[in-house]
Each structure stands twice: as structure tokens, then as C-alpha cells.
């Protein structure tokens, strides 16, 4: 995308077409080829990845596994889509695309899995992952109206580009597998409980950092096509703040309510108060990373925003490796624990080493740091205390009044502190 708007902005259309179309053909072939893999190799896939479960859970597991393959074309196509609406800066749509999933999960969840079980599941992720598919009228209308252009030099810089992005992921989610393989022979449920607990560390990155990055990342690619370095680097001290702003009382709420978020949201049915707090525990470690792991999804984007994968790349799969390493040891002494902690050491390394080598792309400076953080840290820190002063009774109604006493008083600090983030307006294309 990077390289497409870039294209945009030298008003190079017919360039920015052809990287699109090719873009579009070769990532739909290597898609195909990677659900036919994963649906034709499910029994393998399952045995080498979950050595722990019994013969039953892992038939189990491949049956979802043939219903869920498809998703890997869907899921990818619609990041693509996506992506090329923030270049034209078109942001409701592809933010209402996840609402539309869920919507549709509810439904099968509500409607389907009561009478065909744990598939009825499946068939509504599936189905709620090919609502990204809606994006294509609106992609369609903003693509440049133009004959494509082909140019041999922009198609090897973008695949030479592409080959670290992809080595990246790659480590990441083996990363992500061996994990899983560490905890599937500890006691049932292990898995379970820290996908729960991971899912609620992650709702808040989804929510407010990959926005946050969603929006300034066009914009900080068209300063630096511009080649305006003090413009790119006012956006990413914007977006900092703005991080910073979000993602604090996002940590404090999931540390110090931790118990009280899972009990409301999820003990009901075969989740009792034993799994109540097991969640509630791996959430708490799962929550001290929030922040790092905020840090990385725009610090990363700051990197691809300047062309430059090859640092991401070479920062990511060191960070991957120590994250086994780590969780191999944890797990040896904290059990299924060891992997939220664990996961929160990675992000911590994981963004300290992207910022350290930041200065290469934009002027950062510690001061830079401090400026975008200290107020959020001192309103988080009075959200800290009223959250360790009054107990919330453990319903619906304690939940919300957690939640929005936390919040007033935490927007009430920062606002008195003038927080440059009240001020804030979203950089647009110019």
C-alpha cells in the first residue's frame, strides 16, 4: 500500500492500477494454493501442531479445521480491500466490516449452534469473514479509471519488499503454534482460557490501535513521499499521543478488573468460577504487555510507511524466537501462565527494538516520548486508585459503572492536564 499511494501521490495512476491488479492476481493464487493445503492437509496440520490432544479432539479439531481453510482467502482479500480504502481514505466502511462479522456470528451462535453443535460455529465464522467481500463496489469506485500500468523495476521492488513482510508473519505465527503445542498436553482448558483471556487483551488493540495506525499510516506515507520529515514526524507524535491516550486506561481497567470483566462476560453454562479465575489471571499478565504491543502495531507501520521492511523483519523474528524461548521456560514454571507472560515480554522487547532503530526513518527523540505519555500515565494512575478503593459489585451493573467511572475520571485528569489529544484533528491527504 505503501507503494500504491506513493504512486497516488506522484500522480502515477496508471502505475498505482497495475501494482493493484498485480497485487490482487498473485495474492489470490498463493491464497487458493494455502487453503487447498491447509484443507486438504488437516489431520497433518492438527497432529503436528496439537500433539497433545487425544485422537478425538484432534478429529474434532480437523473437521473445523476443512470448514475453516477457506477463511485464509477471505481473511486476505479483505485485508487487501481494506487497505486500499485507507489510501483513499475511506475508513467507516472497512471499521464497520468487523461489527458485520460479529453480527453474523451472534446470529449463527444464537440460531444454528444450539441444533448443529460446534460446526454451526464454524459455518458462522466463515460466513462472517466473507462479509469483508462487501468492500469491493465501494474499492472498485475510488480505483483509478486508467489502462494499467506495468512497470517490470515497481513489480521487483514490491515483491522484494513483500518476501520480509512475509518471513515475518511466518515466524510469528509458528511462534503462535508452538505455544499452542507447549500448553495442549496441561491440564483441559488450558488453550481455551488463554485464547479468552487473549481475546480480551486483544479487543482493545483491535479498537483503538489499529485505528489509531489505520488513520495515520496513508498520511504518514504522503509526508514522506512529499519528503516533509518534520511534517511525517508531527503525525507520528499525533498518533503516539494518541495511543498513549487510548490504550493506558485500557491496561489499568483489564489489570485491576480483571476478575470482573471475565465473570461478567463469560461465566455462565460450562465456564464456572474455577475457569472464572484461571482467565482472570492469564488476563492480568496478558494486560501488562497492552501497551508494547500498541506500540508495535504503529511502530511497524512507521517503517512500511518509509519502504522499509527489512528492519521490522529482522526485529520481528528475533523477537519471535526469544518469545518461544521464554515461553518454554515459563511454562516449565508457571504452566499455562508462562505464555501470558511470556507474550507480554515479547511485546515489550519486540517494541523496544523498534524504537531504538526509529531514528533511521524519523528525528525521534526521548523527549518526543516522554511528551506523548507522562499525562496518561499520571490520569492512569488516579483510575489506578479508585479501581483499588472501591469495590465494584461483580454484575452487568458493576461492569458498566467500572468502566464509565473509570473513564470520566481518567478523561477528567487529562483533560485538566491538557492532553494534546483534545485537541486532536485526523491528518488528512493534502
Not at 222 to 249: D, K, Q, T, Y
Not at 287 to 301: D, E, K, T
Not at 368 to 390: D, E, F, I, N, P
Request: charged letters at 10%; one cysteine or more.
Amino acid at each position: 500500500m505503501p507503494r500504491y499511494q506513493r504512486a497516488l501521490v506522484q500522480n502515477a495512476s496508471a502505475q498505482a492500477y497495475g501494482l493493484w491488479r498485480k497485487t490482487l492476481h498473485g495474492l489470490t493464487l498463493l491464497l487458493l494454493a494455502i487453503a487447498m493445503a491447509l484443507w486438504l492437509g488437516a489431520d497433518f496440520w492438527v497432529a503436528l501442531v496439537l500433539p497433545g490432544f487425544d485422537a478425538e479432539r484432534q478429529a474434532l479439531t480437523a473437521q473445523m479445521l476443512h470448514w475453516l481453510a477457506p477463511m485464509v482467502v477471505m481473511a486476505g482479500l479483505g485485508s487487501l480491500l481494506q487497505s486500499v480504502l485507507h489510501a483513499h481514505q475511506r475508513f467507516f466502511l472497512p471499521a464497520l466490516i468487523p461489527v458485520l462479522n460479529n453480527i453474523v456470528l451472534i446470529v449463527f451462535l444464537l440460531l444454528v449452534v444450539p441444533t448443529a453443535g460446534i460446526v454451526g460455529l464454524a459455518q458462522g465464522t466463515l460466513l462472517g469473514a466473507a462479509v469483508a467481500l462487501v468492500l469491493v463496489p465501494q474499492v472498485r469506485a475510488v480505483l483509478p479509471r486508467c489502462e494499467p500500468e506495468y512497470s517490470p523495476g515497481a513489480l521487483r521492488e514490491l515483491v522484494g519488499a513483500m518476501l520480509p513482510l512475509v518471513f515475518l508473519l511466518v515466524a510469528d505465527q509458528v511462534s503462535a503454534l508452538i505455544q499452542k503445542a507447549l500448553v495442549s498436553d496441561l491440564a483441559p482448558g488450558s488453550i481455551a482460557v488463554l485464547n479468552y483471556a487473549a481475546r480480551l487483551e486483544g479487543l482493545p488493540i483491535g479498537i483503538f490501535a489499529a485505528a489509531v495506525a489505520a488513520v495515520f499510516f496513508p498520511a504518514l506515507v504522503e509526508a514522506l513521499s512529499r519528503g516533509s520529515a518534520e511534517e511525517a514526524r508531527s503525525r507520528f507524535a499525533l498518533g503516539l499521543g494518541l495511543v498513549c491516550f487510548c490504550m493506558i486506561p485500557a491496561m489499568i481497567f483489564l489489570l485491576c478488573e480483571s476478575r470482573l470483566i471475565v465473570r461478567v462476560l463469560f461465566e455462565r453454562g460450562a465456564f464456572d468460577a474455577e475457569a472464572t479465575s484461571r482467565a482472570a489471571a492469564a488476563l492480568v499478565y496478558y494486560a501488562i504487555g497492552l501497551l508494547p504491543q500498541s506500540f508495535i502495531v504503529l511502530l511497524n507501520r512507521i517503517y512500511f510507511a518509509a519502504g522499509d521492511t527489512r528492519t521490522p523483519m529482522h526485529i520481528g523474528v528475533l523477537s519471535a524466537l526469544l518469545h518461544v524461548g521464554v515461553c518454554w521456560v515459563l511454562v516449565e514454571t508457571m504452566g499455562y501462565l508462562g505464555i501470558a507472560l511470556g507474550t507480554s515480554v515479547y511485546a515489550l522487547i519486540y517494541a523496544v527494538l523498534l524504537s531504538m532503530r526509529l531514528k533511521g526513518v524519523l528525528q525521534t527523540t526521548p523527549d518526543l516520548w516522554w511528551k506523548s505519555v507522562w499525562r496518561a500515565l499520571v490520569a492512569g494512575t488516579l483510575m489506578a486508585m479508585l479501581y483499588q478503593a472501591w469495590d465494584f459489585p461483580e454484575s452487568i451493573s458493576g461492569l458498566l459503572l467500572a468502566l464509565s467511572s473509570g473513564t470520566v475520571l481518567y478523561c477528567l485528569a487529562a483533560w485538566i492536564l491538557r492532553d494534546p489529544v483534545f485537541k486532536w484533528r485526523r491528518p488528512g491527504i493534502t
